[in-house]
Nanobody, 124 residues
Framework: QGQLVESGGGLVQAGGSLRLSCAASGRTFSTYTMGWFRQAPGKERDFVAT????????YYADAVKGRFTISRDNAKNPVYLQMNSLQPEDTAVYYC?????????????????WGQGTQVPVSS
């Protein structure tokens, strides 16, 4: 039984940066596609970014393209999310998720594991 734990969230001013990390326990996620999703209050969980098992392929939501970078280090944590130029509309709980099936995943329903989330409030 694997677990994912997000960290690195916190209050940030508009224009600021944060780096989210996702730690794994109970199993190795080096052979899993990883993704980041976010959920704002009263809204559905939305896709943010995904990265392939090798790290060679990535894909981003249009809303974060050019500002966020997803990466992985299979020897340490399975996935990171560098967030730059944060805006109030980025305010949400951010979740890391792991997908066993081959290929990138763009919906939270395509993933098999997810953490409890980390809050990222962005003030204007």
């Amino acid at each position: 039984q694997g677990q994912l734990v997000e960290s690195g969230g916190g209050l940030v001013q508009a224009g600021g940066s944060l780096r989210l990390s996702c730690a794994a326990s109970g199993r190795t996620f080096s052979t899993y596609t990883m993704g980041w999703f976010r959920q704002a209050p009263g809204k559905e969980r939305d896709f943010v970014a995904t990265i392939s098992r090798s790290g060679g392929s990535t894909y981003y939501a249009d809303a974060v393209k050019g500002r966020f970078t997803i990466s992985r280090d299979n020897a340490k944590n399975p996935v990171y999310l560098q967030m730059n130029s944060l805006q109030p509309e980025d305010t949400a709980v951010y979740y890391c998720e792991a997908r066993a099936a081959y290929g990138l995943g763009y919906s939270p329903y395509e993933y098999d594991y997810w953490g409890q989330g980390t809050q990222v409030p962005v003030s204007s």
